[in-house]
């Protein structure tokens, strides 16, 4: 099992849109399996993120994660949280569920920023991968408000994505 961060950024290098939200919703490309997601997800079996990420989930037209098993680093349980989504407010405690139930695929650790640097001080995170949006938005949210700028990448590989985005993966290096 790898913990995979993925997350789409703009070209000026913003993983949110002025308002907030992730930013390849606003991509005209934007849909079911796009941005090269549908591939990423092979290997994967469980969705990893931070209630603030989760809880758009609750009200969207479909659910998110139909193939994947849910879980999210939260201090409550949002209102209307299916039963089978699994909540806890430690992060080594949600840790060890994923484990617990993994079945040798991997984790797509979604994000935002907050949750992927709890997971990278836990030495736990396996790759950092960025899809990096052809447009620009000037201002919202950056990676780095949260992840720490000493985190070490090393590169493994990029692609070009329909639409005009770059997927960009990166191992990320064990902290010292
Ligand atoms: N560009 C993309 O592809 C992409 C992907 C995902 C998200 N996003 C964006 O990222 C933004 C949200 O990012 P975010 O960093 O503010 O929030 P987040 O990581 O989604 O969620 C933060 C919440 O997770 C819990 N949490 C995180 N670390 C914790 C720790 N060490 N211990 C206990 N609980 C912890 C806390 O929940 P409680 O408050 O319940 O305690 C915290 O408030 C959204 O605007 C979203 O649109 C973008």
Known sequence: MQILARLCMTADGYVTTPDGWPPQVIDPVHGPGSHGIADFLKTCEAALMGR???????TADRWPWPDLEV?????????GTPDDVTVDDDPERLLAKIRAANRGGDVHLIGGPGTIETYRALGVLDKLELVV??????????LTDSLSSQTGLE???SRPLDGGAVEIV????PHH
């Open 133 to 142: 949006l052809p447009f620009l938005v000037g201002s919202g949210m950056r």
């Open 155 to 157: 590169f493994e590989s």
């Open 170 to 173: 990166y191992r990320v290096l």
């Open 71 to 79: 879980f999210v680093l939260g201090s409550h349980r949002p209102e």
């Open 52 to 58: 603030t990420t989760f809880e758009p989930a609750l």
